[in-house]
């Protein structure tokens, strides 16, 4: 089940200092060198503005409730969100989600800002409505038709709903069209994109929790943990400006 499935995330907003602006694009760009040439338009800076009309970063801490049976509930780690703010326009654009515990081996380094320890190498996850903007910056996986409702439910993403034949995963095969979903083989702890067969836009973002080679083998079980956000989910809901 989605962290994100309760209908409406809650969690309390303040401004990001200059360097933890800084150490997020740096890793946005080494996870995404995509969006790379579009990481100034993402962070509103395009132009130079006069002080008081800056945009500023904010991070949400996302309380994303309680896991267990009734009576032996444990809250879980609040995830850190952020996003952009435009004084000028008076809005705050989505931008991505950090998975905070060191689930592989890609974050393990640890830092200091302000005095705090944060994980340097967390992943970073991007929003969805920054997913639609760049589709094409990001690793891409499609759902067969079938498994809409149930990912739009909040249910895991089924490896069945991948290798069928409305699905796709990278490989050899993908040509014309399919070219998007590329040829090489991802790996656990990769951060993938699944689009629904038919539609236009992107209804999932996660971090797959096996190869994709491994998800062709066996067509079963769940193919992403937990972290995954999807449309209409508590993230997709939440108020942010």
């Given at each position: 089940m989605s962290l994100?499935?309760?209908?409406?995330?809650?969690?309390?907003?303040?401004?990001?200092?200059?360097?933890?602006?800084?150490?997020?694009?740096?890793?946005?760009?080494?996870?995404?060198?995509?969006?790379?040439?579009?990481?100034?338009?993402i962070f509103l800076s395009t132009t130079k503005r006069p002080k008081g009309q800056r945009p500023q970063l904010e991070c949400i801490k996302v309380d994303v409730g309680t896991t267990g049976a009734a009576g032996e509930e444990k809250q879980l780690p609040k995830h850190n969100f952020y996003v952009m703010h435009d004084p000028l326009t008076k809005e705050s654009y989505p931008l991505f989600y950090e998975v905070p515990e060191p689930r592989h081996e890609r974050t393990l380094q640890r830092t200091k800002v302000n005095n705090k320890d944060i994980w340097a190498k967390d992943l970073v996850v991007p929003h969805l409505a920054l997913v639609h903007r760049f589709p094409e910056c990001f690793h891409r996986l499609r759902c067969d038709r079938g498994a809409i409702r149930f990912v739009l439910s909040g249910a895991p993403m089924m490896a069945p709903g991948l290798t069928s034949q409305g699905g796709r995963l990278p490989g050899d095969e993908n040509e014309g069209e399919d070219a998007k979903y590329g040829t090489e083989e991802l790996q656990q702890g990769d951060v993938v994109v699944v689009e629904a067969e038919g539609k236009e836009h992107a209804c999932l973002v996660g971090v797959l929790s096996r190869s994709t080679g491994d998800i062709k083998k066996t067509g079963k079980d769940a193919a992403l943990d937990n972290t995954y956000h999807y449309l209409g989910d508590g993230l997709w809901k939440l108020d942010y400006n």
């Open positions: 994100f499935k309760k209908d409406k995330c809650t969690g309390k907003k303040s401004n990001a200092a200059g360097k933890v602006e800084s150490m997020l694009k740096d890793r946005i760009q080494e996870l995404y060198p995509l969006l790379t040439p579009h990481i100034d338009e």
